[in-house]
């Protein structure tokens, strides 16, 4: 199976660089940029396509780097939260060391395969066991990339212990997940484990810039520090959330026949939801100010008004006081007297 090359995925690739030549045309026209945005999601057309393109984790990267160029490359074992590169590392891992057709030529499952014993008796031992390739590939060794192997189960991780093992000579095994406490030890000891910790500020930041400038879009520092805000590190996170501020953005302006394409804050935190700064901010001085019954009926309206969920008001006014509001021991105070309060009351309440 691993052998053929097909023409889609040459066609895969030549349209990605036709779309990314024709953003550079379209850049700075805001209408074609709004009907790219719907067309191709950012987050696969920005994927990183070299190490260098990998934001952040720039020891693991030069380190899986060099492995790579100097034919080391151990067994690997990545993990760490969603959006924060891993399954791009290891395909520019595959890129590199076959080429742009590396998805004919590694054995590559996810989460959609099934992931039992079965699995690992049948296809990874069947493609790890095969002869290595002599047809012009950089690489004569064997990649097996097993992705979210946090879903395999416990058998199947057992049944690979061997498999590793007896095929290390010529295969290579790469298992990522975002729970290393779901692999089993005897597995996590066969593999050069890096953990891929949620992307800083600062990367998030500069790589949102690189999509910026490459898609000609008008955002605003405000609404740049939003999107670094409500992405928490999750570079998918943040794209996503920019290419929806764009075409919400588009549809907006259009209904309401302005100019402006301009991404702002608000513009941000309207599209995915989450209350604005400066209604928490409200919020948070009705509770501390006004009557139970004049609190309850502004957050009711405002929560209305904005379309906010209950939730996302409470952890934000949380967050808020926290940061604004006095010292962390008068906080767990205010914490604690909450829940002994309501104790009382479902006390009283039962008797
Ligand atoms: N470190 C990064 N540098 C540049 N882009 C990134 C980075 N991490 C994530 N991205 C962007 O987010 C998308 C998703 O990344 P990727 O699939 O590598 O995440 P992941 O860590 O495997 O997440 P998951 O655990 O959910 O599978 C990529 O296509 C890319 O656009
Ligand atoms: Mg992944």
Same mark, same amino acid.
Request: contains cysteine; glycine residues 4%.
């Given at each position: 199976?691993?052998e053929?090359?097909?023409?889609?995925?040459?066609?895969?690739?030549?349209?990605?660089?036709?779309?990314?030549?024709?953003?550079?045309l379209?850049?700075g026209?805001?209408v074609?940029?709004a009907?790219?945005?719907?067309?191709t999601?950012?987050?696969?057309?920005y994927r990183?396509?070299?190490? *260098?393109?990998?934001?952040?984790?720039?020891d693991?990267?030069?380190?899986?780097?060099?492995?790579t160029?100097?034919?080391?490359?151990?067994?690997?074992?990545?993990?760490?939260?969603?959006?924060?590169?891993?399954t791009?590392?290891?395909?520019?891992?595959?890129?590199?060391?076959?080429?742009?057709?590396?998805?004919?030529i590694?054995?590559e499952?996810?989460?959609? +395969?099934?992931?039992?014993?079965?699995?690992?008796?049948?296809?990874?031992?069947?493609?790890?066991?095969?002869?290595?390739?002599?047809?012009?590939?950089?690489?004569?060794?064997?990649?097996?990339?097993?992705?979210?192997?946090d879903?395999?189960?416990k058998?199947?991780?057992?049944?690979?212990r061997r498999?590793? #093992?007896?095929?290390?000579?010529?295969?290579?095994?790469?298992l990522?997940?975002?729970?290393?406490?779901?692999?089993?030890? *005897?597995?996590?000891s066969?593999c050069?484990?890096f953990?891929f *910790?949620?992307? +800083?500020?600062?990367?998030v930041?500069?790589?949102?810039?690189?999509?910026i400038?490459?898609?000609?879009? +008008?955002?605003?520092?405000?609404?740049?520090?939003?999107?670094?805000?409500?992405? $928490?590190g999750?570079?998918?996170?943040?794209? $996503?959330?920019?290419?929806?501020?764009?075409?919400? $953005?588009?549809?907006?302006?259009?209904s309401?026949?302005?100019?402006?394409?301009k991404?702002?804050? #608000?513009?941000?935190?309207?599209?995915?939801? $989450?209350?604005?700064?400066?209604?928490?901010?409200?919020?948070?001085?009705?509770l501390?100010?006004?009557?139970?019954?004049?609190s309850?009926?502004?957050?009711? #309206?405002t929560k209305?008004?904005?379309?906010?969920?209950?939730i996302?008001?409470?952890?934000?006014?949380?967050?808020?006081?926290?940061?604004?509001?006095c010292?962390?021991?008068?906080?767990l105070?205010?914490?604690?007297?909450t829940?002994?309060?309501?104790r009382?009351?479902?006390?009283?309440?039962?008797?």
């Amino acid at each position: 199976m691993a052998e053929v090359i097909s023409l889609m995925d040459i066609d895969e690739d030549d349209k990605h660089q036709e779309q990314n030549g024709s953003q550079k045309l379209n850049k700075g026209k805001s209408v074609a940029t709004a009907t790219d945005a719907k067309a191709t999601p950012w987050v696969e057309k920005y994927r990183p396509q070299s190490l *260098a393109d990998v934001a952040a984790h720039r020891d693991i990267v030069d380190t899986i780097d060099r492995l790579t160029s100097e034919n080391r490359l151990p067994h690997l074992l990545l993990y760490g939260p969603p959006g924060t590169g891993k399954t791009s590392t290891i395909l520019v891992v595959a890129r590199k060391l076959y080429g742009a057709q590396y998805h004919n030529i590694i054995l590559e499952l996810n989460a959609s +395969d099934d992931r039992g014993i079965d699995v690992v008796r049948q296809q990874i031992q069947g493609f790890a066991s095969t002869q290595s390739f002599s047809f012009g590939v950089k690489s004569s060794v064997k990649l097996i990339l097993l992705d979210e192997a946090d879903a395999m189960t416990k058998d199947a991780q057992f049944a690979l212990r061997r498999v590793i #093992e007896k095929y290390t000579k010529n295969t290579r095994f790469a298992l990522i997940c975002n729970h290393v406490n779901k692999i089993i030890p *005897a597995l996590q000891s066969r593999c050069t484990r890096f953990r891929f *910790a949620p992307l +800083d500020p600062i990367h998030v930041t500069e790589r949102l810039k690189h999509v910026i400038d490459a898609e000609g879009l +008008d955002v605003t520092d405000s609404g740049l520090a939003a999107l670094v805000r409500l992405s $928490n590190g999750d570079m998918r996170k943040a794209l $996503n959330i920019l290419q929806s501020s764009i075409i919400n $953005n588009f549809f907006a302006t259009c209904s309401q026949h302005m100019a402006s394409q301009k991404i702002t804050d #608000e513009a941000v935190y309207l599209c995915t939801g $989450n209350p604005l700064p400066k209604d928490i901010e409200q919020i948070s001085y009705w509770l501390l100010n006004e009557s139970f019954a004049e609190s309850l009926t502004r957050v009711s #309206e405002t929560k209305t008004r904005r379309g906010l969920a209950l939730i996302d008001i409470v952890r934000e006014v949380t967050i808020y006081s926290l940061s604004f509001g006095c010292n962390d021991k008068l906080q767990l105070g205010s914490l604690i007297a909450t829940f002994t309060q309501a104790r009382s009351a479902l006390v009283a309440a039962a008797k």
